[in-house]
T-cell receptor, first 112, second 113 residues
Framework: QKEVEQNSGPLSVPEGAIASLNCTYS??????FFWYRQYSGKSPELIMS????GDKEDGRFTAQLNKASQYVSLLIRDSQPSDSATYLCAVTDTGANSKLTFGKGITLSVRP | NAGVTQTPKFRILKIGQSMTLQCAQD?????MYWYRQDPGMGLKLIYY???????DKGEVPNGYNVSRSTTEDFPLRLELAAPSQTSVYFC????????????FGSGTRLTVV
């Protein structure tokens, strides 16, 4: 059974700092990787997707993928209190339209 | 553009009762999913569908049933509700481009007492 581990957390950073969220996965054949943000009492919303090794940047967010080490990370630069949420890592085993396996999530708190 | 609509938002069931959680999407997505989320446990896949008339079990299907008679609708049926089914249920859909990931509904918070 595929596993997605998000063991670090909860995480607390001061406003303006860089928040680093990590995720490891067990299936070496995994192809596509996603980060979702979930505010308390709300549904998850997609913030980043990545499928190639290296970095992918979108505004203040950078996703990093290392398939050899089987980890994917999310960096949030210039963290804002509005970034306080639970961040879910999700992995699929084929390139498209496959069911996702989610990690348990990391709760991030950004202190003003 | 409604996206994925789930009803009801909240429900309290007594042990042994049955109910149907409704999910509808207006994006013409072929792929639809039902997940449950327990506190601190992430999302677990219950059932999924790759198109009208096609459904399959996920990781935690026991106690649930689904049907997919149309592209738009993917209801989840709970038979003989048990306290272990107390959870938040999310329906999601996905189009042909994986880059966009899932679109989630707003969720149904179910309590079985």
């Amino acid at each position: 059974q595929k596993e997605v581990e998000q063991n670090s957390g909860p995480l607390s950073v001061p406003e303006g700092a860089i928040a680093s969220l990590n995720c490891t996965y067990s299936d070496r054949g995994s192809q596509s990787f996603f980060w979702y943000r979930q505010y308390s009492g709300k549904s998850p919303e997609l913030i980043m997707s990545i499928y190639s090794n290296g970095d992918k940047e979108d505004g203040r967010f950078t996703a990093q993928l290392n398939k050899a080490s089987q980890y994917v990370s999310l960096l949030i630069r210039d963290s804002q209190p509005s970034d306080s949420a639970t961040y879910l890592c999700a992995v699929t085993d084929t390139g498209a339209n496959s069911k996702l396996t989610f990690g348990k999530g990391i709760t991030l708190s950004v202190r003003p | 553009n409604a996206g994925v609509t789930q009803t009801p938002k909240f429900r309290i069931l007594k042990i042994g009762q049955s109910m149907t959680l409704q999910c509808a999407q207006d994006m013409n997505h072929n792929y639809m999913y039902w997940y449950r989320q327990d506190p601190g446990m992430g999302l677990k896949l219950i059932y999924y569908s790759v198109g009208a008339g096609i459904t399959d079990k996920g990781e935690v299907p026991n106690g649930y049933n689904v049907s997919r008679s149309t592209t738009e609708d993917f209801p989840l049926r709970l038979e003989l509700a048990a306290p272990s089914q107390t959870s938040v249920y999310f329906c999601a859909s996905q189009g042909m481009s994986w880059n966009y990931g899932y679109t989630f509904g707003s969720g149904t918070r179910l309590t079985v007492v």
